[in-house]
């Protein structure tokens, strides 16, 4: 972890709040200090200032001190909120599956750029586009970075990939069609920024998110809790 001695200031996506009676823990993701936590009691929060920019996925430089296991937020300078999760409950549970996966596959502190990266290209998409499929994109994309399943090039040479596949379909009980097995390079390849969204099937999106849950959870090694919320509404 970079010395944060006098302040450290960072660009962050709100991964998570958890509330509590008196205090809120807010879970970021930083290009440079990798996952972080904040506890902020709610009183702070009244007068710190574009704390309303804490909403989960949204953008902010913030600045940081050491505080224990945590860090202590002393500035926000916000960026853009994401607004498509205020109302909708399909958007904030769908947001909620990213959140613990990103969550459970990354330690603290455990820096990643790539992971950033889509973590921030993923916010960006959902403020506009399907948070359904952002979150199915990124969830497959999130495995591939934790090293859960081989990166996008290697499905796109098929190099060792039949091996993986084998491994997927015993561990989750799950024979993932031939139309899945092709749109896989397309997902774990997809560049955010590009205009044009990945075009499948309804029913290969089904699968690709059902085969997600269930490899995310067999890889983590526990039920999801966003999972059965999602499953709940």
């Known amino acids: 972890m970079n010395n944060l001695n006098g302040g450290f200031n960072t660009p962050a996506i709100v991964v998570s709040r958890k509330k509590y009676k008196l205090y809120s823990v807010f879970t970021f993701i930083t290009p440079s200090l990798g996952i ?16 309303s920019y804490l909403r989960p996925f949204s953008a902010m ?27 909708n409950l399909d958007h904030i549970a769908y947001a ?43 969830g497959w994309q999130v495995l591939s970075l934790a090293g859960a399943m081989p990166q996008g090039q290697a499905f796109v040479s098929g190099d060792g990939i039949d091996v993986f596949w084998d491994e997927l379909c015993r561990g989750t009980h799950i024979i993932p069609s031939v139309a899945l097995r092709k749109a896989m390079p397309s997902i774990l390849t997809y560049r955010w920024g590009d205009t044009q969204p990945i075009e499948l099937p309804g029913i290969v999106w089904i699968e690709l998110e059902r085969l997600l849950f269930a490899y995310g959870e067999q890889e983590i090694g526990k039920p999801l809790q966003s999972v059965k919320f999602l499953m709940s509404i």
Request: charged residues 25%; positive net charge.
């Open 96 to 138: 909620a599956v990213a959140s613990e996966l990103i969550q459970e596959l990354f330690a603290l502190y455990d820096v990643d750029r790539k992971v950033f990266d889509a973590v921030v290209n993923y916010s960006k998409s959902i403020r506009q586009r399907n948070v359904r499929l952002g979150t199915i994109i990124l």
């Open 61 to 87: 430089y913030i600045t940081v001190v050491q505080d224990g296991e945590f860090v202590k937020v002393t500035q926000i300078d916000g960026s853009y909120v994401v607004e498509s999760l205020d109302t």
């Open 36 to 51: 972080i936590r904040a506890s902020l009691p709610h009183k702070r929060l009244q007068s710190l200032r574009n704390a």
